[in-house]
């Protein structure tokens, strides 16, 4: 069973920044990709960013592009959201997921259905 766990939520200020950590593992688990969601209270887990594992590419939803930036530690098998410039809109439940399948950027990768594990989320709060 593939454990996906994050950490490093917590309580910010609006202008600040937050750098959230996951790691993927499991018995015979190979990453291909991961991605990271949030879902703020009364509204749907929306994409927010996404990385290729082997050459490293990524992609964000126009929300948070060029305010967050996706990184990973392939040795590791982590993967990281470092967020800048932090909105109180931008105050979420952040998850993040993975998949066994190898990855593609043809393929869909921006909705819930596009992931397979996920973990328990990590709570960003954004003072105004």
């Known amino acids: 069973q593939v454990q996906v766990v994050e950490s490093g939520g917590g309580l910010v200020q609006s202008g600040g920044s937050l750098r959230l950590s996951c790691t993927a593992s499991g018995p015979k688990f190979s990453v291909y990709s991961m991605a990271w969601f949030r879902q703020a209270p009364g509204k749907e887990r929306e994409f927010i960013g996404a990385?290729?594992?082997?050459?490293?590419?990524?992609a964000y939803a126009d929300s948070v592009k060029g305010r967050f930036t996706v990184s990973r530690d392939a040795a590791q098998n982590n993967v990281y959201l470092q967020m800048n410039s932090l909105k109180p809109e931008d105050a979420a439940v952040y998850y993040c997921?993975?998949?066994?399948?190898?990855?593609?950027?043809?393929?869909?990768?921006?909705?819930?259905?596009?992931?397979?594990?996920w973990g328990q989320g990590t709570l960003v709060t954004v003072s105004s």
């Open positions: 990385i290729h594992w082997n050459n490293d590419p990524t």
């Open positions: 997921a993975t998949k066994s399948q190898p990855f593609t950027w043809s393929s869909s990768y921006t909705t819930v259905n596009d992931w397979t594990f």
